[in-house]
């Protein structure tokens, strides 16, 4: 989610401090969450929120074109 939506301010690190680089759905106690399996799986979760909020096609699209270059899912 865009960081100005998260209510939360971000998420949280290892020692319970604000981690601001990762949203809250994302990131808790230092780690990553298992709702994501893979960068597929979270692509196609958003799309289909984003859907069922009502945006079209394009803005679906739009806004999960970037998740590939997210941090959380490149490799070393």
Known sequence: MPMEMDTAG???NADGTLNVRYCS???QNGA???KFTSVEHMISYVRNELKR???GWF???FY???LRQLDRWKTT
Request: hydrophobic share 15%; net charge positive; aromatic share 22%.
């Open 32 to 34: 990553f969450v298992d």
């Open 53 to 55: 909020q009502g945006y």
């Open 25 to 27: 759905n994302c990131y």
């Open 64 to 66: 999960t074109s970037h």
């Open 59 to 61: 803005k679906r699209w």
């Open 10 to 12: 971000g998420g949280t």
